[in-house]
């Protein structure tokens, strides 16, 4: 089952057990749009975008720690505080995007910090496949299945905190994996919702009270 809020992860959080999750997805802002000079898909509400790119604090990833076992973090490369948790860092992860050097403002890359003792791995998806977007940071499906194919089993509860797009939502059911997942944004938590229903018609949508939504 699919579980999707629309709230602030750290409510969330709070109403579970230390170490419920099997595994964190997540992809929180990661601070930059209104510091650094970078690439992004002008078709998309940049005001809106701008007002939630703030990097999470402390508390956050305090919380997140005490909910999962693990847990993979994107934009890890920007939240130095993840490297000073362990001795090693051995399982970070890069999605290889397939970006043309040329385009000096795009990141030919992102990574994910993760607490996984396995080998760093790539996965390669050029970022011209991830079509009809709804959001502007919304991360490829294919990239999903893979992270759970690789880091997940059967039985596993996984979470996510920044939920998006929905894309993370849509691996999982096709994985068969249980999510949990919130988005802040009425918008983002709406528009979400939608894509689940047009890129999997055959599910069972219910919204036992406002602002919560299951999905079987
Ligand atoms: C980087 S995006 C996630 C993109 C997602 N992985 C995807 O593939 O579409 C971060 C999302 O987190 C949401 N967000 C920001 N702060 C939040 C919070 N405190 N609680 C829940 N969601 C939050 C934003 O509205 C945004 O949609």
Known sequence: MITISNEDNMTLM???????????????????????????DYKFNMKEYSQWDIKPNQAYFDELFRVSKNQIIWGGNYFGELWLRSEYNKGFIIWDKNQPETLNNFAMAEMAWSSLDKPSKIFRFSVRKNRNKIHPTQKPIELY???????????????????????????????????TACEISENYF?????????DLPEVSISYPQSGLCLIK
């Open 145 to 179: 299945q893979w992270l759970l194919k690789m880091y997940a089993k059967q039985g596993d509860k996984i979470l996510d905190t920044h939920l998006g797009s929905g894309t993370l939502a849509i691996a999982c059911y096709i994985a068969k994996l249980e999510l």
């Open 14 to 40: 709070s109403r579970y057990p230390d170490q419920y999750f099997d595994l964190a997805i997540v992809d929180p802002p990661y601070g930059i749009l209104n510091k650094t000079k970078r690439g992004g």
């Open 190 to 198: 709406q528009q979400a919702v939608e894509k689940i229903q047009a």
